[in-house]
């Protein structure tokens, strides 16, 4: 630990009045210069409330390990909703000094940070061959619950097993039932994942015209759906019946494509409305990160594939 006098000479010698901000799936770590304005590491607080601070060489680093603990915030975190067609979370949080001596002789220091997290995505899966979309972290003033969330194909409807990847369906089991898991993990369960919009193309692109609604506004627009859970938790679970894209020649591939919204069930209320024709009417708009993975049906040429495209 860097004593009086080396602060004092740090002090002098840097002025500092910045900190640099890494944000993280499920944390935040802000670093601070040494002795800032001749402060010692344990005169320092997060959010006034804890005296955690990590000296490391010309730094004091300060973490939020946890950005969504039930019920109550970390070392005063305070986080805020942001509503709008790209929906976001805004957490934030502030170093300060302390000091509970008679005088005081530095300047007092007050380093306020924030992150903030996209509230909505779009997760891309191959609907017979699908992979973990936990592959990519954003770090800076933007961060990003992406690599929170995966979707998987389970055996049955507990949804107790995943299937290994890659996902092969025989021609022979055409319309058999592929149960769909989308789960948000390493988040508070106060966190929801609500599914908006669920998609199926012959090709890995979202944005196909050639495309078959499964889910649209919550709801199911195929017959053959069935939703198990959705927004209620940290899971949400469907079903439908397998099938593929006909006068396609050569094409045995079909791709998922579902627009999830990771929802504060503290702050919103994350349960969808009551379905009704009105709320098929409105086609997916989709936006943000795009996870894909492709299958070839049993038969013909089988291949795997694993691509990552950031549209945000």
């Not at 944390?27 to 997060?46: F, H, K, M, R, T």
């Not at 805020?80 to 220091?109: A, C, H, W």
């Not at 972290?137 to 097993?161: A, E, I, P």
């Not at 439908?240 to 894209?245: A, E, P, Q, V, Y």
Request: hydrophobic letters at 35%; glycine letters at 6%; one cysteine or more.
């Amino acid at each position: 630990m860097a004593t009086a006098r080396s602060c004092l000479s740090l002090y002098f010698r840097l002025f500092p009045d910045y900190v640099m901000v890494s944000c993280f799936p499920n944390a935040i770590i802000a670093n601070v210069p040494e002795c800032p304005y001749g402060w010692e590491i344990d005169q320092l607080s997060l959010g006034g409330v804890c005296y955690s601070g990590i000296h490391s060489p010309g730094y004091y680093r300060f973490i939020i390990p946890d950005l969504t603990p039930k019920n109550h915030s970390y070392c005063g975190t305070q986080s805020e909703y942001m509503p709008g067609k790209d929906p976001k979370y805004i957490f934030y949080n502030s170093i300060v000094s302390n000091d509970t001596s008679l005088t005081v002789r530095n300047q007092p220091v007050n380093y306020t940070f924030s992150c903030m997290y996209r509230a909505a995505y779009l997760v891309n899966n191959a609907v017979f061959s699908q992979r973990v979309a936990t592959v990519y972290v954003n770090n800076g003033s933007l961060g990003t619950f992406r690599s929170q969330l995966s979707m998987n194909v389970f055996t049955n409807s507990k949804f107790l097993y995943a299937k290994d990847a890659p996902y092969v369906i025989d021609t022979s089991e055409i319309g058999s039932e592929v149960f769909i898991g989308i789960e948000a993990k390493g988040l508070s369960n106060r966190f929801k994942v609500v599914i908006n919009n669920c998609w199926a193309t012959p090709t890995p692109y979202s944005t196909d015209r050639k495309r078959w609604s499964l889910i649209i506004n919550s709801c199911s627009s195929d017959n053959t759906v069935t939703i198990f859970e959705n927004a209620k938790d940290s899971r949400s679970m469907f079903k439908f019946n397998s099938f593929r894209f006909q006068r396609l020649e050569k094409v045995s591939t079909v791709w998922l494509h579902c627009e999830v919204q990771v929802c504060d069930g503290e702050r919103l209320v994350c349960q969808p409305g009551p379905c009704s024709v009105r709320s098929l009417l409105s086609e997916a708009d989709p936006s943000g990160g795009i996870l894909t993975t492709e299958f070839h049906i049993k038969g013909t040429v089988q291949h795997v594939a694993y691509t990552y495209c950031d549209k945000g």
